[in-house]
């Protein structure tokens, strides 16, 4: 029924659209959207009243989208709390390869690298994990087999991100190893700007 708004809250968008498209029946309209809500545990027993209060909501608005389908979606997402954007699913994978699936894939390897490291030098890790690896392993709670088909389905974006990732983290490595002060502080203080922004834009 053309009155019927169906959507999804998936991480990433291209081709999943594809595939919902080339299988949903012509009177069928689908309205995709992604609530950046949620944290590492997942399943009904887990939901919260206020998931989605003051969380930014993602409509994705690609080639022969439903204007009206959108505007009602729009104001479902307002009524849960949400703010929402309006973008393209190319442009939505792209960002969010960056912000939500390379933190998630760096934190799966870190605790993996932690992992092989204690293997190999038989310390006990897990009792000094209070600082930074803590935080990380929170992330790499979520769902496996969610984070699996994520990766999967944005892989030419999350590559990229990858390969960006490790153009910055060698140019770190050769800092240290060179101990060049004034380009390091200069990394530093740049991501402690970005930290700041973050906080405030809430």
Not at 47 to 64: A, M, S, Y
Not at 111 to 122: H, L, M, P, R
Not at 144 to 164: G, P, Q, Y
Request: glycine share 4%; charged share 30%.
């Amino acid at each position: 029924n053309s009155n019927h708004v169906v959507t999804d809250v998936g991480s990433s968008k291209l081709k999943s659209i594809e595939i919902i498209k080339k299988n949903l029946k012509r009177n069928i309209c689908w309205t995709s959207s992604h609530p950046i809500a949620g944290s590492e545990v997942s399943g009904p027993e887990n939901g919260k009243q206020n998931l989605f209060e003051n969380k930014w909501c993602v409509l994705i608005k690609d080639k022969k989208f439903n204007t009206k389908h959108l505007k009602f979606l729009r104001s479902f997402w307002i009524k849960m709390g949400s703010k929402t954007v309006v973008m393209s699913s190319e442009k939505h994978d792209k960002i969010f390869s960056m912000t939500s699936h390379l933190p998630h894939l760096i934190a799966y390897n870190l605790v993996k690298s932690a992992q092989d490291f204690e293997k190999k030098q038989k310390y006990d890790l897990l009792k000094y994990s209070a600082g930074g690896l803590r935080d990380f392993s929170r992330i790499a709670a979520s769902n496996e087999i969610m984070w699996r088909d994520i990766l999967f389905d944005n892989k030419v974006n999350v590559s990229k991100a990858i390969d960006l990732f490790i153009k910055n983290l060698k140019s770190f490595k050769k800092d240290i190893n060179l101990k060049n002060n004034k380009s390091i502080l200069k990394k530093l203080i740049q991501t402690k700007k970005v930290r700041a922004r973050i906080i405030k834009l809430k």
